[in-house]
């Protein structure tokens, strides 16, 4: 059974303050993504990485930095946290192949800033 | 550019009835196309997948969704919903095999008892 796991479930941050959000996966896959959840957004991609040192933008990049030092690990940055950055954040890892992709999802990452 | 549209944002149903949920696309060739559920406080699941083949594709649960390359639709339909069912069920299209997904604005289902 394929393996997302973020960290943590739910944060509060303050606007200005640095905050991580983890993700690690146990498939081996090769890329993993971050993405935001807003209602009437559905899902937008922020970040993905195609192996580790990778990064790529994706859809909504400002505000975020990406990090992925090893396969397993993708961690999602942000520097000076905003209000508006307040959201619920998901993690997916697949795998490239023959057939279409299908991605992994982790339980999402709850995130507030006062 | 490539698109997903899901027109329902949100449909109710009562239990034991059928169900359509519908997901237009945006694409000059043929994409892939998927299905994803996100029960409450979970991430998304994969329901089903079509990239090439016969148009009706069987997914997980009794769902099925049927490709339309004339209609440029992927609707989603199960013939007998259960409470179960009650979720946010989310379109999706890449436009190969290597691409990352874009995903529709999702159609929250509400199943009555």
């Known amino acids: 059974e394929a393996a997302v796991t973020q960290s943590p479930r739910n944060k509060v941050a303050v606007t200005g303050g640095k905050v991580t959000l983890s993700c690690n996966q146990t498939?081996?896959?090769?890329?993993m993504y971050w993405y935001r959840q807003d209602t009437g957004h559905g899902l937008r991609l922020i970040h993905y990485?195609?192996?580790?040192?990778?990064?790529e933008k994706g859809d909504i990049p400002d505000g975020y930095k990406a990090s992925r030092p090893s396969q397993e690990n993708f961690s999602l940055i942000l520097e000076l946290a905003t209000p508006s950055q307040t959201s619920v954040y998901f993690c997916?890892?697949?795998?490239?192949?023959?057939?279409?992709?299908?991605?992994?999802f982790g339980s999402g990452t709850r995130l507030t800033v006062l | 550019a490539q698109s997903v549209t899901q027109p329902d944002a949100r449909v109710t149903v009562s239990e034991g009835a059928s169900l359509q949920l519908r997901c237009k696309y945006s694409?000059?060739?043929?994409?892939?196309l998927f299905w994803y559920v996100q029960y409450p406080r979970q991430g998304l699941q994969l329901l089903l997948k079509?990239?090439?083949?016969?148009?009706v594709v069987q997914g997980v649960n009794s769902f099925e969704a049927e490709f339309s390359k004339s209609n440029s639709s992927f609707h989603l339909q199960k013939a007998s919903v259960h409470w179960s069912d009650s979720a946010v069920y989310f379109c999706?299209?890449?436009?190969?095999?290597?691409?990352?997904?874009?995903f529709g604005d999702g159609t929250q289902l509400v199943v009555k008892p």
């Open positions: 498939n081996n896959h090769n890329n």
């Open positions: 990485s195609y192996g580790a040192g990778s990064t």
């Open positions: 997916a890892s697949g795998e490239q192949g023959a057939s279409a992709e299908t991605l992994y």
């Open positions: 694409y000059s060739a043929t994409p892939y």
């Open positions: 999706a299209l890449s436009m190969n095999s290597n691409n990352r997904i874009f």
């Open positions: 079509y990239y090439s083949g016969d148009p």
